[in-house]
């Protein structure tokens, strides 16, 4: 039997990015506000000091900052025609865990989406026909614009400090920055960091090819920085060391180095850890949420009641919340019925190892950040004609190797035996003369009816519950176009001076064994009317009109961008609904 | 007013009122000292140590395998979580799927050396003459290698290839990895491939295009410049 604790005004479940915004701004409004959080308490200084925090081992190897699969997993099948098994330790995506979330471990890559993102399906069908789209194409308009998130990604770029060349003011192309994006009200907080050798080369190339480079907008800031929220961050020192650990040097911008040492001061805040939410109770009706039920460590059932529920945790598991708790319909593909679940996505990715004459080239690649390098737009989205192309979308394509870690920096000439005398000599040769940019081509992928997410039949995690099913394949437009994309990086590569190339293009099936970026979205997405979407524009869930929920889930399709920069700012644009709308006048902010 | 910690393993489970945080926590990496076997009995070590220094033979640019302390990181990561699949989802039914479903099988990496090692001596003793691995000259430990390798050397009751691409992946870990782990021996490995180590700072180097970084390479606790 669950004990009982007293109300509180907001639950929030999942103290990550969303949930830390969140959190920081309704307390900003008087509101009392308890945040749960299944993993540890996470802080810079205990967690990830400058003595151990460099060790490839323990943190990108042994993942010891990640969810542990044995806490929650997820099973995975391509199609419905097979049965899905349980995911048993992480590869093709590596889920956060803890205060923080992803935004302790990530690469701090910042983006914003390209305005025709936003009206997606609208656009691709003005310009090219609605016969050109797949016919199981589910992409769809997202129910807001660029416009309305410019001012929230400016506030999420401003809260991390973010390092940019803006490309695009007010209208106005701006050299040296990306010519494509949307038009920013302000420059970036900070100027972009220094970029390495293959970085620069890569510039250069690009340039010689008629392209415009840029730097890639970071997180790993290039000066000292005090947020408007008072804190401060650090300047980055390149160490290598990145994506997969924490920042002992307070210079990647995560909620540890931005929001909490803020949030954990006000006397209206509390976090508890360790506490895991199964589920978000409803009333008689259905329609109201009640609070949520958690177990803590001890292994009790607690009820938190809360007149409003923010879910903030990550997309797969806000959700089989969801599910688990009975809110919405579940989806399902056979009858296309049901918004829980659809429109499941993740990222296309794919690259091509360099490799350069080791007596003329050194590109020191241990020198680096997670968000370090120079970047091409021309090929993202829709800013090019795909008329003759037989796809739609795209990505950016850059030199962003984040690292030279040498359990990682492997990569030899094809031929190469993997072992012994010769593999040695291989080894010493290229380790400095090599390009290896894994996340070198990077795309968006969009939705189909046949990727879903739902609850799987028969494996349990470890209170019983079924875990989140993936059902997810890649299609040929998705091929198509990761073919394109690094035939094109290929290029550039070549242009640098490459003395080899190896292409390694996205190929189905999709492999949950093989890495390619946490960015899973879709599942709980947003939309203008509830026969086509689980959330209204502000987050608020159509069917339970005091519950929001956050992050990537939202995403009706992906785009060739990271996400992290897109979730920032709709938690601000959402949190906005919620301070001048809801709070106010709770119920439905949009009537359709 | 914040919960003081008693050890960053229990750690506290009620938040306010500002940042939990005591000095001195932390968990810090345990340094692996050679000498004895946590996991393999001697003929196992002596096989694994055989083995490794063939992966990874010695020669003009590092010392081999054996040297490196490649065998003694095995056996204490074999001995550790690791070996044991400490963290994995472990729930059945254990079924076989598609490659793109991932490994499925119970066996831990401690159970498949276990295994693996004991079924290749027996069939070593069986094709050389009732040697078992360690008593094979160079060249024919390089060719029962190649053979687990390539898939045409079968060891009974053993899925040999996947045997074969654990044993290379933790004797490359084992070289590669920071030598707290009691492999990379003084930092052979990143000696010879010219990488500098853990220095946090690398501000002075970012525009240093083309050019060695000329920094003594260190890891988390060696240094040339610290007394021990």
Request: hydrophobic letters at 35%; proline letters at 7%.
């Amino acid at each position: 039997m669950a004990r009982k604790l007293p109300r509180k005004d907001v639950a929030i479940i999942g103290l990550g990015w969303t949930g830390s915004i969140l959190a920081d701004e309704l307390t900003d409004a008087g509101l009392n506000v308890v945040a749960l959080e299944r993993g540890p308490w996470r802080d810079t200084a205990t967690d990830f000091p400058i003595s151990y925090a460099q060790d490839e081992l323990r943190y990108r190897i042994q993942h010891e900052l990640f969810l542990r699969n044995s806490q929650m997993s997820v099973t995975f099948r391509n199609n419905v025609n097979q049965t899905a098994l349980p995911v048993r330790t992480w590869g093709a995506f590596m889920l956060g865990n803890g205060a923080g979330g992803a935004g302790v471990h990530w690469n701090a890559e910042t983006w914003r989406f390209l305005p025709t993102d936003f009206t997606l399906k609208s656009h691709l069908t003005q310009r090219y026909g609605v016969s050109f789209l797949p016919n199981d194409m589910t992409i769809q308009d997202w129910g807001v614009t660029f416009a309305d998130l410019e001012p929230h990604y400016d506030e999420f770029e401003y809260l991390c400090g973010t390092s940019g060349q803006a490309g695009n003011l007010n209208g106005e192309i701006q050299a040296g920055g990306n010519p494509f994006e949307g038009p920013r009200s302000r420059p970036y907080p900070t100027p972009p960091q220094k970029q390495g050798y293959g970085h620069t080369l890569f510039a250069k190339a690009a340039e010689e090819l008629g392209y415009k480079p840029f730097p890639q907008p970071s997180g790993n800031l290039s000066q000292a920085y005090t947020n408007p929220l008072g804190v401060r961050l650090g300047k980055c020192t390149y160490c290598g060391f990145c994506e997969w650990f924490g920042c002992a040097n307070y210079s990647k911008a995560s909620p540890q180095t931005t929001v909490l040492p803020v949030l954990l001061r006000k006397s209206n805040f509390e976090g508890r850890t360790e506490c895991e939410v199964t589920r978000i109770n409803l009333d008689n009706t259905g329609k109201r949420a009640t609070g949520v039920t958690y177990v803590d460590t001890s292994g009790e059932e607690f009820e938190q009641p809360a007149d409003l529920v923010l879910l903030c945790a990550f997309s797969l598991f806000n959700v089989q919340l969801l599910l688990l708790s009975g809110i919405g319909t579940p989806y399902d593909p056979q009858t296309g019925q049901g918004q829980i679940g659809r429109n499941f996505t993740h990222q296309v990715m794919s690259s091509a190892l360099g490799f350069f004459d080791k007596d003329k080239y050194n590109f020191n690649p241990f020198v680096a950040s997670g968000a370090i390098g120079m970047c091409i737009d021309e090929f993202n989205g829709d800013n090019f004609d795909h008329s003759s192309l037989g796809f739609v979308g795209g990505g950016y394509i850059g030199q962003v190797q984040t690292n030279g870690r040498p359990i990682e920096t492997t990569a030899v000439p094809p031929g190469t035996p993997a072992w012994g005398k010769e593999w040695k000599q291989a080894l010493k040769d290229n380790y400095l003369s090599t390009i290896n940019s894994g996340g070198a081509c990077h795309a968006s992928f969009y939705s189909y009816r046949d990727n879903y997410l739902s609850l799987d039949p028969t494996y349990k995690d470890r209170f019983g519950r079924p875990l989140v099913r993936l059902t997810i394949d890649f299609h040929d437009n998705e091929i198509k176009m990761s073919n394109f994309l690094t035939d094109k990086y290929a290029e550039i590569l070549k242009q640098m001076g490459a003395k080899q190339i190896v292409k390694q293009p996205r190929k189905g099936p999709y492999d949950v064994t093989a890495y390619q970026t946490s960015h899973l979205n879709g599942g709980a997405i947003m939309g203008d009317k509830p026969g086509n979407s689980a959330l209204n524009r502000y987050l608020q869930s159509w069917d339970v009109p005091n519950l929001f929920v956050m992050g990537a889930s939202a995403f009706p399709q992906n785009a060739g961008y990271n996400p992290t920069g897109t979730v920032g700012a709709l938690a601000y644009w959402a949190a906005k609904a919620i301070r001048s709308q809801y709070l106010t006048n709770p119920g439905p902010l949009v009537h359709a | 007013m914040w919960l003081l910690l008693s050890s960053s393993a229990a750690r506290a489970a009620l938040i306010r009122g500002g940042i939990p945080w005591k000095p001195g926590a932390g968990d810090p990496p345990e340094a692996v000292t050679p000498g004895g076997w946590k996991y393999f009995t001697p003929q196992e070590a002596l096989t694994v140590e055989a083995f490794v220094d063939r992966l990874i033979p010695a020669d003009e640019l590092s010392p081999g395998g054996k040297d490196c302390g490649c065998a003694v990181f095995i056996d204490r990561q074999l001995a550790g979580p690791y070996g044991r699949f400490a963290g994995y989802y472990m729930s059945g039914p254990f079924q076989e799927g598609t490659k793109q479903q991932g490994p499925q099988s119970p066996v831990t990496p401690a159970q498949q050396y276990r295994k693996a090692l004991a079924a290749l001596d027996t069939d070593c003793r069986g094709k050389y003459s009732g040697k078992a691995f360690t008593g094979l000259s160079d060249e024919q430990k390089d060719t029962v290698i190649k053979g687990l390798e390539d898939g045409s050397l079968k060891l009974d009751g053993v899925d040999s290839a996947s045997f074969f691409k654990l044993i290379l992946k933790d004797t490359q870990n084992g070289f590669l990895a920071d030598p707290i782990y009691g492999g990379n021996k003084d930092m052979a490995s990143w000696k010879m491939i010219g990488f500098p180590g853990a220095h946090y700072d690398y501000s002075a180097w970012i525009d240093k295009h083309n050019q060695q970084v000329t920094l003594p390479p260190i890891g988390i606790n060696n240094h040339p410049n610290w007394s021990q």
